[in-house]
């Protein structure tokens, strides 16, 4: 059974690895061909990572060893969330639940280290980024605890696994006004966490508006690699929970080869077509202004705590 | 040991500890009293894990007690709940001790200070060794004088400690009175001062409810509960360094022992009482990590993030009470292990951390974010020593603070409001509470970490540290405190299987079991959590990428460059980079209603072109809000007050003596009624 598990793992990382970075492909494709451009085509961050990974990294006079480490401690942490987080199978290890207040822990080491790096360059842009990353951290962290909250009550458990596995068994849990409130709430604090429209643009650069970019701005070769591939991880574990959550069918219960198939097959069609779907609608909205995006967050807040007392009230 | 021979060993190690910096001469003055003390906070941990393990002994000392006043004697028996608060304050006090050997300097190595240091930590032992109101009262204004005097060390150099002091004197008062008060209400019930006989009376009706009401006040004062967290921003960061260490990690925590003592000595209450704490926590937590996160003074932060810790604890008390009356025990219980938890990791990781400020202090002078920068190059001992502890503080895996918030979460998602509609909106919003207290306080710690220790040097003097004025480099007893504590935050996270277990007996709570090598887990509500399986996930993941980072770096070695990007601009001045108040701005325009700042901003232009711009000021400045509008107005009322009574009083002798006899007279007739 553990060894079944440990394969099921295994395969989650590989089967993100493989992924991340066609995702990333698609959702870019998708927004150029509406936008009326030819695009690079789906397969263009993959041939970047491997570029940028053959690359020399650069070292700044006066920078630190958070040069290297925060790097790496972005791609062991969203590495560790995808090995984490049900993906394509239910089951977890005996010791090591797929904890929702472990997982939730493990992003914040990589969104520290984003942050640690954002202020270890040393000029404007790299604190700025650092500091707006860092709000909007803070802020989402309620919304994302009191939404799976909301979806854990039924199942009474704060193991994702387990929450994904009563919903798949119970079709009628999915579709209560609880359940729905809670996968739209989570749904926004995704995009927010993750660094899509509406709150920061993942297309920007120089501009004082950007987020994301502006804490790597200083970072280049395979450092630059490591920090794209460890964000673009955290998107697909984050968006992959929000698609199981909100349709868990095809997921695999049993670490059989036959289910982890299907349960691979299901989570790729599942994956990729919410990024299909999110970079569509991004083409028609425009990036808020920062100090609007408290309010953004603010109402997914309320949206999660009405799924959480409408989950204890109503049902 | 057993009986009261560690008792006895400690009252002894006092006496030298409190002799020594008198009998010594100036030049082994620090070594010997710093090692005296410390030798006293390890006596203290050793009474405090016999009394864990139930063998704490009692110990009546022959203190002259009128008989008729109905007082039990005087006596020291720690329970096994109070031997987890004499660990802890003994393990702070000592590391806090052996740290100052190195640290403390001109008033604060003086005779007085570290006989005044040795006092402070017997009295903070003492208190949780106390068996009975009269002993605990006089540990309690033991602990209170010998801090003041502590606070009050650097008076002569920075005129703002005296007003610290102040501050912290009369709230220290405040808080000794109301809990004489509420242990006067509840001695009085009992007929008896012996902790075992009120809590054999089991006050139950309105008097339990005003000692409640009178014990929590008091003891919230001093554990930094808002709104009686005033004083902790002021005398935390006017006090030496490792002073402060003591009393944030340890004696802000005998508040919390106090609270617990109050809920043991009393039957179970209504209702409100949970809520009460949880309300109280929620907003002590709330209120101090918006505090900490937007203050640049980095010992204000840390004070700041004290009274956000203290609260969280008291939140997780808040649950175990209003769950347990609920009749969820099992969900109690582990709430009740959260807050001893919480309580174990916030004295560790802060001890790290104000260590960790006195050693920035101590070698640039600048306690000031703003002014600080690039000290990971200088002082990595402190780098290290305060980002472990800072990731403590952040509940960031594998630390102390991870295991306790996540024990704390676990206490919040398994409460069944199903049946009571208060609990029902209470829990998910004391949740959302944690989870943005969790999320400020990373924004916090890595504003503070990373602006005081990455990027370029923001000052002269950080520029060039070990050269500040009256400093000197760092002593091998500074370090030494600083690596223990740092491990310790990490260590104690680790054993996060042992350590639930044994504080989970000290209180008398089940539900709590060890499981894999160091795992804990909670059967009763079905989670557990094991730091080895998570740590062999980890390096199953990190040691393949450290290997292909290594093929890679042999291949394309990194290069060194004076310029990388630096936005295509020569990097000219430090002062281009983020500060801590700038990091801090969007936090600012967020919740600007509660932190209500000041801010100035003036736009210069040169002669005659209004569309160029020569000098921009500006300037900010926060203040505690419920200072402000809640303290200040009762200071200016008495300061009317006093000045009215001047009135009276114009310096005539004949008018005072006219006072004497009409004050006789009236004594005359009140006597012949």
């Known amino acids: ?315 | 040991m057993s009986g009261p021979g560690a008792l006895l060993a400690v009252l002894a190690l006092a006496g030298v500890a409190i002799a020594v910096p008198w009998l010594t001469p100036d030049r082994l003055r620090s070594p010997l009293s710093g090692g005296a003390s410390a030798l006293l906070g390890l006596g203290g941990v050793a009474a405090g894990v016999a009394a864990m393990g139930g063998a704490g002994g009692v110990l009546t000392l022959p203190l002259v007690v009128p008989a008729t006043a109905g007082l039990d004697p005087v006596t020291l028996a720690p329970t096994p709940l109070g031997g987890v608060f004499l660990v802890v304050a003994g393990g702070v006090g000592a590391l806090a001790a052996f740290f100052g050997i190195g640290y403390a300097h001109g008033p604060a190595a003086s005779r007085t200070a570290w006989s005044a240091y040795a006092a402070f930590l017997l009295g903070m032992l003492l208190v949780p060794a106390a068996a009975d109101v009269l002993s605990f009262l006089l540990a309690w204004e033991l602990m209170a004088v010998a801090s003041t005097v502590l606070v009050l060390a650097d008076h002569a150099v920075r005129p703002t400690v005296r007003s610290a002091t102040l501050w912290y004197a009369v709230m220290t008062h405040l808080s000794f009175l109301l809990l004489l008060a509420g242990f006067a209400v509840l001695a009085a019930g009992a007929g008896g001062t012996a902790f075992e006989r009120i809590a054999a009376a089991q006050a139950s009706g309105p008097a339990a409810s005003v000692a409640f009401v009178l014990l929590v006040l008091g003891f919230g004062t001093k554990a930094g509960l808002v709104p009686l967290h005033v004083w902790l921003p002021r005398a935390h960061p006017e006090a030496p360094s490792h002073v402060s260490a003591a009393m944030s990690a340890a004696m802000v925590k005998m508040g919390v022992y106090g609270i617990l003592l109050t809920l043991g000595l009393l039957a179970p209450g209504p209702q409100w009482w949970g809520f009460g704490l949880l309300v109280l926590g929620c907003a002590s937590a709330l209120y101090g990590v918006l505090q900490a996160a937007v203050n640049s003074d980095l010992k204000r932060l840390l004070a700041y993030s004290t009274s956000e810790n203290v609260g969280l604890i008291v939140t997780a008390l808040g649950v175990g009470v209003l769950l347990g009356d609920a009749g969820q025990r099992r969900v109690a219980e582990v709430a009740i292990v959260a807050a001893l938890l919480l309580v174990v990791s916030h004295a560790a990781f802060k001890t790290a951390l104000f260590l960790g400020a006195g050693s920035i202090l101590h070698v640039t002078g600048e306690r000031d974010l703003d002014r600080l920068g690039g000290l990971v190059h200088t002082h990595p001992f402190t780098a290290i020593s305060f980002g472990l502890g800072a990731m403590g503080a952040t509940a960031l895996p594998i630390t102390s603070g991870f295991v306790a918030e996540w024990v704390l979460l676990q206490a919040l998602v398994h409460g069944d409001g199903r049946a009571d509609r208060l609990i029902a909106v209470t829990l998910p919003l004391a949740m959302g509470v944690v989870a943005l207290t969790v999320g400020l306080g990373l924004l916090t710690f890595v504003k503070a970490w990373a602006i005081a220790f990455l990027a370029r040097p923001r000052s002269e003097r950080a520029a060039n540290p070990d050269h500040a004025q009256g400093s000197h480099d760092h002593s091998i007893t500074m370090i030494a405190g600083l690596v223990v504590s740092g491990a310790l935050v990490v260590a104690l996270g680790f054993a996060a299987g042992p350590l639930s277990v044994e504080l989970a007996r000290a209180a008398g709570v089940g539900g709590v079991e060890r499981v894999g090598l160091l795992g804990v887990a909670f059967p009763a509500v079905g989670v557990l959590l094991e730091p080895a399986a998570l740590t062999l996930l980890a390096l199953a993941i990190a040691v393949p990428f450290a290997a292909y980072n290594a093929v890679l770096r042999v291949r394309r070695p990194r290069r060194d460059t004076e310029l990388p990007w630096g936005c295509g601009g020569v990097r000219t001045s430090p002062r281009m980079e983020y500060t801590a108040t700038s990091y801090a701005e969007p936090l600012v325009r967020i919740f600007g209603a509660s932190l209500d700042p000041t801010r100035q901003l003036t736009v210069e232009h040169p002669e005659g072109n209004p569309l160029l711009v020569s000098r921009v000021t500006f300037s900010q400045r926060l203040v505690d809000v419920i200072e402000q509008r809640a303290y200040l107005p009762v200071k200016r009322a008495v300061l009317r007050l006093g000045d009215a009574a001047r009135l009276v009083q114009n310096g005539s002798i004949h008018r005072y003596l006219a006072f004497s006899f009409v004050a006789l007279l009236l004594v005359l007739a009140v006597v012949s009624l």
Request: proline content about 6%; some cysteine; aromatic content about 6%.
């Open chain 1, 1 to 315: 059974m553990n060894a079944a598990v440990l394969a099921v793992l295994a395969a989650q990382v590989v089967v993100a690895l493989a992924l991340t970075p066609l995702l990333i492909g698609v959702m870019r494709q998708v927004r150029t061909r509406l936008e009326g451009r030819a695009g690079p085509g789906v397969w263009q961050p993959w041939r970047d990572t491997v570029k940028l990974l053959a690359k020399e990294p650069l070292r700044a006079a006066g920078s630190s060893w958070v040069l290297w480490l925060a790097p790496a401690a972005l791609v062991v942490s969203s590495v560790m969330v995808v090995a984490l987080i049900p993906l394509i199978a239910t089951p977890a290890l005996p010791l090591l639940p797929a904890d929702l207040f472990v997982v939730v822990s493990v992003l914040l080491v990589g969104t520290v280290a984003l942050a640690l790096l954002g202020l270890e360059s040393g000029t404007a842009f790299g604190g700025m980024g650092s500091s707006r990353h860092m709000m909007i951290a803070a802020l989402v962290e309620p919304t994302v605890l009191i939404a799976v909250y909301a979806l854990s009550i039924p199942a009474a458990t704060s193991s994702l696994g387990t929450i994904i596995a009563s919903r798949l068994t119970d079709v009628t849990a999915v579709m209560t006004p609880a359940g729905l409130l809670a996968i739209v709430a989570l749904f926004v604090v995704v995009l927010a966490e993750c660094g899509r429209l509406p709150v920061d643009n993942p297309a920007t650069h120089l501009e004082l508006t950007m987020v994301h970019e502006a804490m790597i701005l200083e970072s280049g070769g395979r450092d630059l690699a490591w920090l794209e591939l460890g964000s673009w991880l955290r998107l697909t574990a984050l968006l992959g929970l929000v698609v199981n959550l909100a349709a868990p069918w095809g997921i695999a219960t049993e670490p059989t080869p036959a289910g982890l198939a299907v349960g691979v097959a299901a989570f790729s069609v599942k994956l990729l077509a919410a990024g299909a779907g999110i970079a569509a609608a991004e083409v028609f909205l425009a990036k808020l202004r920062l100090f609007r995006v408290p309010e953004l967050l603010a109402g997914s807040f309320v949206l999660a705590f009405l799924a959480v007392t409408a989950s204890y009230l109503v049902a």
